[in-house]
């Protein structure tokens, strides 16, 4: 970590995240339902930045090999020089549907911007959903008018929930921050649930801000900051063809415009960003496709960031280490069991295991006494439970951040077509 | 594939392999309870070589890095020139343990060898259940006479139901093949069920055959044979501190010793082990915790067999791919996107899917037509499903053994300890 990232992550305590609605000055957006998929619900929306503005923006992308059509065309029009809408909709991912999906992908592009009137090259594109389908144009194209008439500051509610689709509660969080005696504000929201894995760990999230920032420098925050956040959390270990993070920064704030990453300006930016995306992820946690706990894995005393990282995701993957959380059985066993097959080279007699502050694998054994057992389960009786695996061998460290697995993430994904 | 290897795979299909009760010339065997963890059943095995035979035995283990103490032991003894007995519990690991834990599994092989007055470096020793605990040598103790008193030649069921853990049934596999005019024989028994994956996919595994053979070969055929059979399967991606795959070759079978690794005495015994260890593989997989189905899939067309195996392995290791096959619903989109993000990289145009032998996506898009659709969803209503994922770049390919996920799957390892 440069001094510049340690300075961003300790200026992050100083931020104050809240999860109520809020406003990003320079963006208007609203949400619609088109029936394309989910009866009687928001399914589309649409962040429109004001015309006068020329927003900048930056994505993080899935890796996986079958990318979806809005993926591929997210990344052309990224390319612009500037954004002028983001189009969302849930239901339908527009994934594996070849040239005609990437059309409709373009299409939905070209009906928000001629809406709008703009170019369609300024429009950035999302869906998510079912696999295999390709998006419904016609439904778009119908609810348009009235998407485009209910543009207003404060519909991010709206907004949360027209992008979810197995998400049981919207997802938003945002940050102010002064720079150069500017008030900037954070605003984002996140659809989750399934799917959830690094690398890209969520489906769709969209994060705006006020900001005056030059793309190379926001960019760089976003990778920075969802390596620190949404790429530290996991529910089932999947990654979906879609999985998107996009920043749009609206420069309507009138700070100096931020051009040099190490400045204080980008400090702060930086910090705040990442207290926003932190809060997201964890989000995306907690509402995990049948999720009753929240659990931390933080790794400690590793050689390297990449041991830590490792043995975290082996744990927060393990469905032993899950379901052995939602039965609230403190079997340390699989947690120990993990760290070991994870591939890190680790000295068994090295490693020490905290549930909470509670030690209960040190010197390559349980720690002895029926106390122990008694105080692991009440821990594992918490909402949010705390493990720490120490590697004894150095000084890196990683947290993942995962839930348990439950009947209900059984009976969500076994039936999610139907 | 080295010409010997694929011989012995081609043979492999003229191989009869059969799940009834066996007997193994060379072997008495017998079981009994000690209450240790289990009340009234079968948890301790002893297989004893006839006194007179000088048996030789090969291993493949787990590769946690918690490894744990029988484990330990196992690899220091089999540096002996000869075995003459395997002793394995079942309901305590002895994994986790440390100084202590390695005295008890000494004490294990001690016991047994002094029962049956040789050294107790001839003696196997396997443990399987939660780790943590140590196992209990006065329960050892106290049924070891009647263990001896009960040795015959036809336990072999009853070895099979007291390694259990939360196996259902016991599991048992044996096949006969002619090796230079001498009937030798092939059995062995498996407990499986969690903590199934590669490497070394299952718990423990013991095959005994009473063909004369090197160690060094037989060593051959053991690892050759588990890196296409134990090491294909998977329930959940874990692996355990314990897993153990034995085979101890007693010699009474009376065929010329099996020197040269090229020989068709050889390459005969090396197809009757590996059918044998196939289908003791298959039947742990059939017999996952909470599983309903049987999955097999092959990767074919990949560059490399390392390539076709991440393939195989991220499809098969995938809660949302397993939890789609437990709903009967043929959610070809997420088997797609398992591939997609498993690291390989593959050309989304050139990958073509089927569910037995129905084609349902290639050239980047699904098959169109509702009645692919109808005939995907009875593929899935079948307790044993291929899935086939042609990747279209190459001649290599790696097939993988796997179940569905389940509530039962949940159900039973959320309370496993308790």
Known sequence: MTPVHAEAEKNIRSVVVNRTPFTVPGFRVAAASTGMRYKERLDLALIAVDPE????????????????????????????????????NAGIANACTGEEGYKRAKEMARLTADALDFSHREVLVCSTGIIGPQVEIDPISRVMPELVGKLRRDGWEDVARAIMTTDTVPKMANARVEISGKLVTVGGVVKGSGMIAPNMATLIALVCTDAAIQPPILDHWLRWSSSRS????????????????LAVASGRAGNPI???????????????????LLELAKMVVMDGEGASKFIEIHVTGAADRDSARTVALAIAN??????????????????????GRSGCPLIPEKVALFFDDLCVFRNGTP???SEVEEKASRIFKQKEIRVQVDLGTGSAGFTAYTCDLSYD??????????
Chains 1, 2 share one sequence.
């Open 367 to 369: 720690v002895p006494g």
């Open 409 to 418: 993430y059984v009976k969500i994904n076994a039936s999610y077509r139907s």
């Open 53 to 88: 503005l020329n927003a900048r923006a930056a994505g993080v992308f899935t890796t996986n090999r079958f990318c979806a059509a809005p993926v591929t065309l997210c990344k052309e029009n990224l390319k612009s020089a500037r954004v002028k809408a983001v189009i969302i």
């Open 318 to 339: 393990s469905p032993l280490v899950k379901t052995a959380f939602f039965g609230e059985d403190a079997n340390w066993g699989r947690v120990v069991a993990a760290a």
């Open 230 to 245: 949404f790429n530290c959390i996991t529910i089932d270990g999947d990654m979906s063809t879609n999985d998107t993070l």
């Open 258 to 276: 931020i051009t040099d990453i190490g400045s204080s300006d980008s400090r702060a930016f930086g910090a705040a960003l990442h207290a926003v």
